[in-house]
């Protein structure tokens, strides 16, 4: 009898294991049938055009997204970075009379400056972050567009362009400038001091600052880095319309980036990261529109399942804190 | 000797607590008293009551969203999805207002009310955050907006008797305003007057201990979150009427001015602690500085945004300065 209620024990203990794993991989799980569905079912898609079109397409809310898991991380939320790009957009065609590699850097050093800035509001102000970052997403967009008048610019210097268009061994640059940010943001959660600070700092802010972590400079570098990669999200997406164009780039982007974060299995109360299920929940969230754009079903609805899936994966990792 | 210098020390303190306690709370309507009557004595066109009233009719919309959005703040929550929700408000009142004028007032409040209900029910008896929750709203809602109307303007050519609540007058008041004011005084008199209200500040200051003093925390927070969704879906009305159009992409990043203005109000977004009054003075502030900076004229709508901006920095900063707790 106890030999049978062991065994009994041990299947429940194996399904559930099951169980865990599938929640907590159930971003890439997500991932990997809507691609299956779209190898069957979506004419077209298995091409390497179609496939690399759609990763480069995924590299502003990607670079964006990765950001914010670290902001995320630490407890707190990023609304300022759509408008962030748009102060890339306005700030590069100003300076490309200096050579593109000027522009892209004042740009970023611009867009870090506005990053430290909701650091600063957070760590030392003591401001709550959401109310912080929506100073800047109300006047941040203002600000990119009294620098260029309201204007749009276009941009011809076809080194900056070639940040869009070019290719690395049949890649293109996007996909290959994400994708180095995205290992580089792995090693810095997984492997660095820094990345330690970051989920203690999330997980509880008091106690991180009496085991004399520097809290403070810990939060103003994280908001830093989501300007930072905003900014680079910026500048692609400008390359990519040839244009400067602050009162579009970056609309409402926040929002599919923070959708992105959470659905990859980091939570909003912060104190953990996943910067894996990131990078699969902002593919996710791109794959799911192009299923629908691709099969001539309206966009829109894209956007209601995406909402579904936000709330369903909310829910299935709350079991998971539970469990 | 030491005793007496005790006394003063914490006579000073309670004074300074006092102080900063006051400014906290009016600080907004101090800034509001002052931006009018430097803007009365510059600008010749700003005291105007024609001026006045279109500050307040635009004030209005958003106006009766942070009454609902002061509720939930103050439960502890949040709601992003009420700008979405005036979108489907509105495409609504154009399906309904056709066939009789207080179906589109109705149609949109109940049908968003329900709305504000679901996500009530997933904040506090699934408890999932409330910021997801609503997000997912704010995208799920404005894709339901869109997909309705398909993606078209729905022209509200009449009867009347609706378009009235846009564009009609009480009084010599446009009734957008009559409306903002009652909903306003009726949300005062609930959160300060009321069992209620009682319960929103205590769910607000701490969950476990209202949940122990036998407040039903659940129902508190379903009622704020189908209040806000209510308001919402009527302020959507509201706007459908005044445009005699009802459009799926109004009310973008509403629900950020919206709880921008309840913030600017002195409502703190930690729940708890908040008033009514703070609300409106925060959203009559918002519309004012908008509506200087066009009377003053060289500066652009971008650069309103900008003053806006900056302006929501320096009111929280010194809000936050002044009622903080140590942090690290």
Same mark, same amino acid.
């Given at each position: ?323 | ?114 709305? !504000? =209900?679901?996500?009530? /029910?997933?904040? $506090? ?7 997801? +929750?609503?997000? #997912?709203?704010? *995208? ?92 919402? !879906? =009527?302020?959507?009305? /509201?706007?459908? $009427? ?7 992409? +109004?009310?973008? #990043?509403?629900? *950020? ?72």
């Amino acid at each position: 009898m106890p030999v049978a209620r062991t065994a009994t024990a041990g299947a429940d203990s194996t399904s559930l294991a099951i169980l865990v794993r599938l929640r907590n991989n159930g971003v890439y799980v997500a991932l990997a049938l809507l691609v299956l569905f779209n190898l069957f079912f979506t004419t077209n898609f298995a091409t390497a055009g179609t496939i690399l079109g759609l990763l480069s397409q995924a590299t502003f809310v990607l670079l964006v997204a990765l950001g914010l898991t670290l902001v995320i991380g630490t407890g707190g939320i990023d609304l300022s970075v759509g408008a962030i790009m748009a102060i890339a957009s306005a700030v590069i065609p100003l300076y490309l009379g200096y050579t593109w590699p000027v522009a892209v850097l004042v740009a970023l050093i611009f867009c870090v400056l506005a990053g430290m800035l909701n650091g600063f509001l957070v760590a030392y102000v003591g401001m709550q972050p959401i109310v912080a970052t929506l100073a800047l997403f109300v006047g941040g967009r203002g600000f990119a567009q009294v620098l260029v008048n309201g204007q749009l610019q276009t941009i011809s210097d076809p080194g900056f362009l070639a940040l869009w268009r070019a290719t690395v061994f049949g890649v293109p640059m996007p996909v290959v400038i994400a994708a180095v940010v995205a290992v580089l943001v792995g090693l810095l959660v997984g492997r660095t001091t820094f990345g330690r600070y970051v989920l203690a700092v999330g997980g509880n802010r008091t106690a991180s600052y009496l085991s004399g972590h520097p809290v403070r400079i810990v939060l103003v570098a994280v908001y830093a880095i989501s300007g930072l990669l905003a900014g680079l999200a910026g500048t692609l997406a400008t390359a990519r319309l040839a244009a400067g164009d602050p009162a579009t780039i970056g609309l409402l982007i926040e929002l599919d980036a923070i959708a992105a974060v959470v659905i990859g299995g980091t939570p909003l109360s912060g104190g953990r990261m996943n910067v894996g299920g990131t990078v699969a929940g902002a593919i996710l969230m791109l794959v799911i529109s192009a299923t629908f754009v691709m099969n001539n079903i309206n966009p829109i609805y894209a956007q209601m399942l995406k909402a579904a899936i936000i709330v369903l994966a909310v829910y299935i990792q709350q079991g998971r804190r539970e469990s | 000797m030491a005793t007496a210098t005790g006394t003063t020390v914490e006579r000073d303190t309670l004074r300074r607590e006092r102080i900063f306690g006051a400014i906290q709370r009016r600080g907004a309507l101090a800034v509001l008293i002052a931006i009018v009557v430097v803007a009365g004595l510059t600008l010749g066109l700003f005291l105007t009551p024609r001026n006045i009233e279109d500050i307040l009719l635009h004030a209005s919309f958003i106006g009766l969203i942070s009454v609902g959005m002061t509720f939930v703040i103050i439960t502890g929550g949040i709601d992003l999805s009420v700008g979405s929700l005036v979108a489907l408000g509105g495409v609504l009142a154009g399906f309904s207002a056709v066939a009789a004028w207080p179906l589109g007032l109705l149609v949109p409040t109940l049908a968003c009310g329900v709305y !504000g =209900f679901v996500n009530g /029910l997933l904040i $506090a008896k699934a408890k999932l955050p409330a910021f997801i +929750v609503t997000l #997912a709203g704010l *995208l799920g809602i404005r894709g339901l907006a869109l997909v309705l109307s398909g993606t078209v303007t729905i022209p509200i050519l009449g009867p009347p008797a609706f378009v009235w609540f846009g564009r009609g007058e009480i009084f010599g008041l446009d009734v957008p305003i009559v409306i903002m004011f009652l909903a306003f005084a009726i949300g005062a008199v609930v959160l300060n007057r009321t069992r209620y209200g009682e319960a929103v500040f205590a769910v607000g200051g701490s969950e476990e201990a209202a949940r122990l003093a036998g407040v039903q925390v659940d129902r508190v927070k379903i009622v704020a979150y189908t209040t806000s969704g209510a308001l919402a !879906g =009527f302020a959507g009305a /509201l706007v459908a $009427a005044w445009l005699s159009a009802g459009q799926p992409t +109004v009310g973008q #990043a509403w629900e *950020l001015y919206a709880i921008a203005s309840v913030v600017l109000g002195g409502t703190l977004l930690t729940g708890g602690a908040g008033t009514m009054l703070g609300s409106l003075v925060g959203v009559l502030l918002f519309y004012t500085i908008q509506n200087v900076i066009n009377q003053v004229g060289t500066l652009t709508s971008y650069t309103q945004q900008l003053v806006t901006g900056i302006f929501l920095i320096v009111v929280v900063a010194a809000q936050t300065y002044l009622t903080r707790q140590r942090t690290y």
